[in-house]
């Protein structure tokens, strides 16, 4: 099947974890977003402006579904270079812009849709990257790590609507970090740059996707680096929702939580 | 009638401000919390320890009024020292504590008034620390600082039943910085180290009490630091929410907002 799969690769480790499970699919890159592109595999390289040349290539490639890797910032495009079907799309996009990411993103799969494209999740392709409810490595949480997990999850919840915040840090009972724009690992820094007199105990981080986001292109992600930040966060462990966040490199991550002793949990 | 009014002084320039304006009211101090006592000012060294001792000095000096001022962390309390008193609300604070800041200050303020004293709000006092509604400080905010600032108290909103997040940065439509333990100005400085391809346009900082906060005596400020940190973070202006934040020392305010460029209304 995968020979009828492309991989539109964004930034990051998971264009690469999908080549590796998948060395047969087309591997599409984008002008302005720095990927490698996996030594032997096909490749078309695409731009943003010339939408309608991608479309052509992914349908005269058999390619039937996609999917969406990785982290895109969003790109400088040039609309003297857009062709005739991004000059239609581009009013369509402009205005799903002005509403947030996520209402983007929609538009953008809508887009792939309309071509014909199946939209697949990495999940659907490498399900290894999922944890099941009640999988758990490493150490047992304490009773004060439940609760701060579940205020974690109560902020989010309150949030997600306002399409902000996927990750949060309690530790105590007191909220130390809240995502923003700047993701994850750069709230985990602010924190580990916390006074100790401010902090009781270690802490947790919980990460999970918004309310209604699409998790066939838009998923959150952890790895050995999330584990290693959170460490330096002096945090205790990390509590994942089971199934809607992805951890890359399992076996890398697990070494991390070994190194580190901390422990990680999917709810 | 200052001179039946007790300054409780924690942290920070509101008590200093308080001091100056009601010369002959009752400057109360606690162990373990850094002031400094104006010169001149009656003058009582209380302990959380020993709350049978303040409430005696308190009535002996005939205060019927407490304003409480500046900042308090949670000081670290010794139970081999608690006098009567203190070990008869010992229970009812701890659990309070469990509950949250907010709820550990509404107890505080229970066991004042149940010993008789008003609680008065610093603004009562000194009526200059607050703006008015439509007051406003520079230059106009553009259409787009008008939307961030609405979707900014829509976030503040979101949270405020948690008991989290007096203050938040947007920017172009992008949270840049959500407010957590640590304070505005550390939220500030987190925004300014924003890699600057993640942002688009200025921005500005928004900030409001929680839902249901007790404005007697606990009041989110700001400052002329305040106004220099959010330029330094890159923003254009500061929006507070007019008769429940107060501005500190409006002169050297006013004068930072002229240095820096930055407006300042208050909602």
């Not at 590796?20 to 599409?28: I, K, R, S």
């Not at 490698?36 to 349908?59: C, D, N, Y």
């Not at 003297?80 to 239609?88: V, Y």
């Not at 939209?119 to 701060?148: F, N, W, Y």
Request: aromatic residues 4%; contains cysteine; proline residues 6%.
């Amino acid at each position: 099947m995968s020979k009828h799969l492309a991989i539109l690769a964004g930034s990051g480790d998971l264009p690469q974890i999908l080549a590796a499970h998948c060395p047969d699919a087309l591997f599409v890159s984008f002008a302005g977003v720095p990927v490698t592109v996996p030594q032997g595999q096909a490749h078309f390289a695409a731009s943003f402006e010339q939408i309608g040349a991608l479309f052509e290539a992914l349908k005269s490639a058999g390619i039937t579904d996609l999917v969406f890797a990785g982290a895109m910032q969003r790109p400088a495009l040039n609309p003297a270079k857009f062709d005739a079907q991004m000059l239609g799309l581009a009013p369509r996009l402009l205005a799903a812009m002005g509403q947030g990411d996520d209402a983007l993103l929609r538009e953008v799969a809508a887009v792939f849709e309309e071509q014909g494209f199946a939209l697949k999740a990495a999940h659907a392709v490498v399900p290894a990257l999922l944890m099941q409810s009640g999988e758990h490595i490493g150490p047992d949480p304490t009773a004060q790590e439940e609760r701060d997990c579940a205020k974690g999850l109560e902020i989010l919840a309150a949030l997600s609507p306002l399409d902000v915040g996927q990750a949060v840090v309690l530790s105590g009972g007191q909220v130390l970090g809240i995502e923003t724009l700047q993701g994850t690992d750069s709230m985990l820094a602010y924190v580990a740059d916390t006074p100790p007199q401010l902090r009781r105990g270690k802490g947790v981080l919980i990460k999970a996707p918004k309310q209604g986001q699409d998790l066939r292109f838009d998923v959150p992600s952890i790895g050995a680096d999330t584990i290693h930040a959170a460490a330096r966060a002096g945090l205790a462990g990390v509590y994942i929702r089971a199934g809607s966040v992805n951890v890359l490199h399992r076996d890398a991550a697990e070494q991390a939580l070994q190194e580190t002793g901390l422990f990680l949990r999917a709810l």
